[in-house]
């Protein structure tokens, strides 16, 4: 049992075996402090994981977890939310994960707008295998799929979020853990579909973008006196992929209904408190066969 009180209490005995230096570390422990700030408990939080060095996250945070397939942490997700709503449900992935394999449900959860966060390791590389090209890659970068240099150019996904229907759209630093707490504990809060693309170092496979690159060209909009609710504004700072400088904070926030406010059946109590024993479903069954 663990103790409400406990600060330690999202704490694994399990350890991490990212690489030392790994900004993955940073996005756990900006994830753990999120939770303490927001005063949840481990069985209040589920997270859904797909595959990739991010991903085994899901193994180190005491917490609900599943550690899924590759690109599909969303449908999990989704899934979750839907049986028991009164939970805080994550979702968590790479770019290679999420930006490139589970393309279609990024794409689907934003128009949903299923409340849920989706935090995403952006680190522009498929890291687990030895650092192939991602969606958000720089232009001309050689890996090992792309000897030649990468030939695509980069795509935003705090842009594409935005277009798709997310509610709310935040850009973080790995490196930032205090604004990645705040980050993700105001997209846990947010009800709707919230993306937090956390810049993420990959000191093995793009060692280019390392802390200190990202440290001279990050900045915060908060300090700016920026107004998350212009839409233009958030897509402009999306769009913008120069790489001269890069805006962390919430670019967008909006309000609309959630996916599961809309549905009738989910009115009354959550599906996974509800007695299921008496409902026949031998119908629908025989229907399917
Ligand atoms: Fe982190 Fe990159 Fe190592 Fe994976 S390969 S654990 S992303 S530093």
């Not at 397939?69 to 994960?97: F, Q, S, T």
Request: charged share 20%; hydrophobic share 40%; with cysteine.
């Amino acid at each position: 049992m663990t103790d409400a009180n406990d600060k330690t209490r999202f704490n694994t005995e399990a350890r991490p075996n990212w690489c030392p230096g790994c900004g993955n570390f940073g996005i756990q422990a900006s994830i753990k402090k999120a939770l303490l700030a927001l005063d949840l408990q481990p069985h209040e939080v589920a997270m859904a994981s797909g595959i990739g060095c991010s991903s085994k996250i899901a193994h180190w945070i005491n917490i609900y977890g599943i550690h899924g397939l590759h690109g599909r942490p969303l449908p999990l997700a989704a899934g979750i939310k839907l049986a028991n709503h009164k939970m805080a449900v994550i979702a968590e992935g790479g770019d290679g994960d999420g930006y490139s394999e589970g393309m279609g449900h990024f794409i689907h959860a934003a128009r949903r707008n299923v409340d849920m966060t989706y935090i995403v390791h952006n680190n522009g590389v498929f890291a687990l295998t030895t650092g192939q090209a991602s969606t958000t890659g720089r232009q001309t970068r050689v890996t090992i799929s792309t000897p030649h240099g990468a030939i695509e150019p980069p795509f935003s996904p705090t842009a594409l979020a935005i277009v798709a229907g997310a509610t709310f759209v935040a850009r973080g630093f790995s490196g930032d853990t205090d604004q990645l707490a705040d980050l993700v504990a105001e997209a846990i809060r947010h009800h709707g579909f919230a993306l937090v693309d956390v810049m993420q170092v990959c000191v093995s496979y793009n060692p280019e973008r390392s802390y200190k690159w990202y440290q001279e060209r990050v900045y915060k909009l908060d300090s700016q006196g920026y107004d998350p609710s212009d839409r233009d504004k958030a897509l402009a700072l999306g769009l913008d992929t120069g790489e001269e400088r890069l805006a962390t904070g919430v670019l967008y926030r909006t309000e609309r209904p959630a996916y599961e406010d809309k549905l009738q059946q989910l009115q009354e109590a959550p599906l996974a408190e509800r007695d299921i024993s008496r409902i026949d479903v031998s119908n629908l069954m025989e229907a399917l066969i």
